[in-house]
């Protein structure tokens, strides 16, 4: 399942009520974390450092051509940003919407909430042995910030008024308007130094090592196949309380498989050391064999608390086919998620029903008195079915059935000017039904072509396409696709992120995260509300609401999801007994596990 190609990972917050300087934020509440911790609750802050991991691609890149994470074109190679890009400020992995101060030593926000001010600790260094100091933040926010770089920052950005060095390590951003998001976000930004590409504009810097100051440096690399990473004996917050017990390995390789077959199969081997499994079918019949009899590969699913998102094959509403939302209500009904689960996924999924199911930011029933106080001021730009019951996706248990289901469709379908006839679905000019699938390889092949057949019932042709990586990620920034089987990063704590996701003007903004295409006013308002809400129960009742207004517009047909992580390992390796509360296999593994 591909994800949004991100470089980094924003927990996204709300800013403190007082100009006081202190070492975390969290929004609404008081961080779990004393100024005076030591490590965080879910570590081993004895974890013995040293040894070797081997890990696979952890996602459907085949290959990588660049060292920079931070542009629009090129691969760039799997392990950058956690092992050699740092922030401010750092998330914590048992709470909500906290973060505390790792390359800031201290953070301060304005009462009036318009500035932060972080004061960097002096201990901070970058790989080349340089200090970090306020005119590298600098650089690196005017840096992300400009045309070069990909354009979702400048759209995360876009409120940020400046960013002045007010001193040899503190340095101030000042927001155009309060945001309970921005100074949070801004902390969340990666930091690098101005060394790097020796001035060249950043979408040259290619395959120049970054200079940066996380706890890894580049070893060696084979181009597009493989990358060592070795544990930086420099590293400077070897004892940092957000950093105790952390990044253990002291090298880290990262080979890349062509296909996910060739990746268990060389798992099963004894090739690399540690796999996360997606796809339910291979969890249920490929892991056994001789060396999990032996005890040499062991496996397990891991519980975790994380909002399980949105996934789903996602309609590109700028196509005309899916313009009229009677349409994608009707694809949906096409399909059969029950029939998939007993028959395909060995019952192990739940059916996503929400853009946040799975925790307390799923809106349920119909709308609270909170929520109709942001939602009555749109009522002329909503479909009054907002105000109603939250939609839930079309069930095939009896008594409902698939052919009810798609008699409802087919209905759906004639209302929106689409009618069966001469062996197809046509439009009044007579025009057939007619869309692509595009892939980039993988699991949802088979699952997908079960939803063809039904879609086929229906009139509907179906074209799949299967691009490498590189050309599909390119299709995407284009937003050169009619249908993509997508999954949305997960959080606990939806915020500034949003516009890009679903505002206006990402609609308009090659390579921005909105590839549905959505243009609605009422989005764009409730995406206000949730990034302006100021504690924990505005920014949930904000969140519900926009929940119930993008669910009402189908352009999503949800997955599923599991509320667990299904990881096999080698045994020399081992973990901290005490799991995190939110957090994804592969990040939580680089971070805290150890050979034994």
Known sequence: MRRFPFFFVLVLLALAQHAQAGHALALGYTPKYPASFTHFGYVN?????GGEVV?????RRTSFDSFNPFVLKGTPVAGLSPLMFESLAVASLDEPATVYGLLAEDMAVASDGLSITFRLNPAARFNNGDPVLAADVKHSFDTLNSKAAHPSYRTRLAEVAAVEVTGERTVRYRFRRPNPDLPL????????SRKWGNSKPLDKIVLETPIASGPYRIERYDLGRSIVYQRRSDYWAQQHPARRGTFNFSRIVYRFYKDDVARLEAFKAGEFDFLVEYTARNWARQYHGPKFRSGELLKKEFPHSNTAGMQGFVLNIRKPQFADKRVRQALGLALDFQWMNRQLFYSQYTRIDSFYSNGELAARGTPSAAELKLLEPLRSQLDPAVFGPAPV???TEAPASLRDNLRRARDLLAQAGWTYRDGALRNAQGEPFVFEWLDDGGSMSRVFAVFERNLNKLGITVKGRQVDYALYQRRLDEFDFDLISLR??????PGIELYDYYSSKAAKEKGSSNVIGLQEPAVDKLIDAVVKSRTRAERVTAVHALDRVLRHGYYIIP?????????????RLAWPQKL???YEAGEWML???WVK
Not at 55 to 59: T, V
Not at 186 to 192: H, I, K, N
Not at 488 to 493: E, L, Y
């Open 185 to 192: 976000m801004v902390a969340s930004l990666p930091v690098f």
């Open 45 to 49: 802050p004895d974890a013995p450092k």
């Open 559 to 571: 997955h599923w999801y599991s509320a667990s992580h299904r990881v096999a390992w080698k045994n």
């Open 580 to 582: 995190p509360l939110y």
């Open 488 to 493: 949305f990063p997960d959080t606990q704590s």
């Open 393 to 395: 996706p079309p069930s």
């Open 591 to 593: 971070e805290t596990w």
């Open 55 to 59: 890990l696979p691609n952890p996602d």
